[in-house]
């Protein structure tokens, strides 16, 4: 019964380990057998169900078998930049990196976080570290965080030349066209924001910002109707967002 538990921990851990637990991170494979994995693909698995105190309870059981574990140092970063504990949240990402400088996904992952604080000259030298690497079987994911980081800067054209390598890459990653979505739309390109939503869509579900994008985009193109249908569904499925307050007033 151990043994078939084991296993099946095990699956989950590589499908879990291969996705993002937000838009554009990840985590390194792992090989299972030792108490630290099973740990560690139990504390990934309910940080991905969102049972976060049960996803950081084995996370840290997992740094208790073995404290210079970077795949557990990263995972209990990225818990705790999603419960905005940042000053732990670094203090495991620089702990993941000093163990395992080269692996990609911790570049990654502390690439965007660092881009976040506004720690753009670091984080880009993480980001095109990871995009670089030729081992690097989803540079997509870290081209999409660079352009977010250039964006951050200020810098749009460069932003928008990485996303479109991204998406030459992978014409499919959501993160990505979301992005072009925006963009389009700052650019006045209603028409190719429009392209990018219905794209997006086909590859992940609606947010209360696509939703607004949607919104004033079929506004602009003088599609009253699927403006309509994009507010009615903003109202009801994200009604407490600050997207849906500010169209609430809005016939």
Known sequence: MLRKYSYMMTRCAFVLLAISLS?????SSSS??????????????????????????NLLKALEKESDNARAHSAL??????????????????????ISPDDIGIQNNYGK????????????????????NLLNDRPWMALTNAARCHLGMGQRPQAVTLLKQALD????????????????YQLGDYKAAEDYLQRYLGEANHTAETLWLGIQTEQALGNMSLANEYRN?????????????QVSGIR
């Open 169 to 184: 890459m992978n014409g499919q990653y959501s993160a990505a066209l979301f992005e072009m979505q925006k963009i389009s």
């Open 77 to 98: 970063a990225v818990l705790y930049e999603k419960i905005n504990h940042f000053d732990q949240a670094k203090q495991h990402y620089d702990a993941a990196l000093s």
């Open 23 to 27: 838009a554009c991170s990840w985590f």
């Open 233 to 245: 569904l903003l109202l009801d499925k994200f009604p407490l967002s600050n997207e849906a307050k």
């Open 32 to 57: 299972a057998g030792k108490p630290t994995d099973t740990y560690l693909q139990l504390g990934i698995r309910y940080m991905d169900l969102n049972k976060l105190e049960l996803a950081k309870e």
């Open 113 to 132: 976080f660092l881009c976040d604080r506004r720690q753009f000259d670091r984080g880009l030298v993480l980001l095109t570290q990871a995009t670089s």
